[in-house]
């Protein structure tokens, strides 16, 4: 008999699992404006994925307390009314247009980003590059491309238009594997007011890099840049994934890879202070925010490290120590590497 309860209670624990998880990682345009919102009041310092995830709903109730609401982590009416312009309109109550602010222009970014068409930032506010993403997409579903979102652009972004992504489908939509399996620090996004193109893995120096994806070894070497050894991987339609401050990188120029394929050691080479990998995605060139496109299962089974000198983790970006370790003949380092 209690054989038999273990049995049952263990089917019941998978069904419910498995019954959930698709619900646990799905995105949502309102829940990334939410997290645009709690970001620019200083609450949310995570990546701009729409997954309704511990942050998103820690900074929700840290809000709520701050103004006596009821504190239930959800950002039902009441809550949205209190984050004044950040909190409003909804997506689709309105047509929008270049110089339009508020919750439904960070939506708008979010699914733009997810189509392939990068605004550059998800800020909330509709600028030259949420401008140029509308056109790229519009063009690409078969819209005028005019560059304001009414009903009819709305819904080719939700249902992932008519030509997705560069005018075809190409086998599906565009998607990534980790890297490295672990948690994520530095997100996509503005650090220390400069932009971070990318998102940080911490890891001791010496573990394994795998390519997210199937493509082409485009670049293998050290960047001057602030790069380090740097690994390029070309992928279909456009998209590029990128492998900064490599230890060593042992791909090379016109390989062929496949999701786990080893491309390098995470190091701490060029503009870092400690080991971690800088990991970027980029669509014809322009660095995009990698997490609506990062699936949840990292590259190869395994993290296989190498004997490495130091301190297994540090941090994975320390812009003050980079500011005050750096060379005075060094006094300009691109914003966007750490």
């Known amino acids: 008999m209690g054989a038999r309860k273990i049995m049952l209670l263990a089917a019941a624990t998978a069904l419910l699992t498995l019954g959930l998880t698709p619900v646990a990682r799905a995105r949502s345009a309102n829940v990334a404006a939410l997290q645009v919102a709690m970001k620019a009041v200083g609450l949310y310092g995570g990546s701009i994925d729409g997954v309704r995830g511990p942050g998103t709903r820690r900074a929700v109730r840290r809000f709520q307390r701050r103004h006596r609401l009821a504190v239930d982590g959800v950002a039902g009416p009441v809550t949205r009314r209190a984050l004044g312009r950040r909190g409003r309109p909804r997506l689709g109550h309105r047509v929008i247009r270049r110089g339009h602010r508020g919750w439904d222009v960070a939506g708008l970014q979010f699914l733009l980003g997810r189509r392939g068409h990068s605004p550059g930032s998800i800020d909330g506010g509709f600028g030259r590059g949420t401008l140029g993403a509308v056109r790229s997409f519009q063009r690409a579903a078969g819209l005028v491309a005019d560059g304001v979102v009414g009903p009819a652009t709305l819904r080719a972004l939700r249902r992932g238009g008519g030509r997705r992504e560069g005018g075809h489908n190409g086998g599906g939509p565009v998607v990534f594997l980790r890297p490295l399996p672990g948690p994520i620090t530095d997100g996509f996004g503005v650090r220390w007011g400069r932009m971070h193109t990318g998102i940080d893995f911490p890891a001791p120096t010496g573990t394994r890099v795998a390519a997210a994806g199937r493509g082409v070894v485009s ?8 790069y380090g050894n740097l690994v390029i991987v070309k992928h279909r339609l456009g998209f590029e994934t990128w492998y900064a401050h490599l230890s060593t990188e042992t791909s090379y120029v016109g390989e ?11 190091g701490s080479t060029g503009h870092s202070t400690g080991p971690h990998l800088h990991f970027e995605v980029r669509h014809n060139g322009t660095p995009i925010d990698p997490m609506p496109r990062l699936l949840a299962t990292a590259a190869g089974a395994s993290s296989r490290l190498v004997p490495s000198v130091g301190p297994p983790l540090a941090p994975a970006c320390d812009r003050q120590g980079l500011h005050t370790s750096r060379r005075p003949d060094r006094a300009h380092w691109p914003s966007r590497v750490c």
């Open 219 to 226: 670049f293998a070497g050290y960047n001057t840049g602030g």
């Open 256 to 266: 062929p890879v496949v999701g786990g394929t080893r491309v390098g050691l995470v």
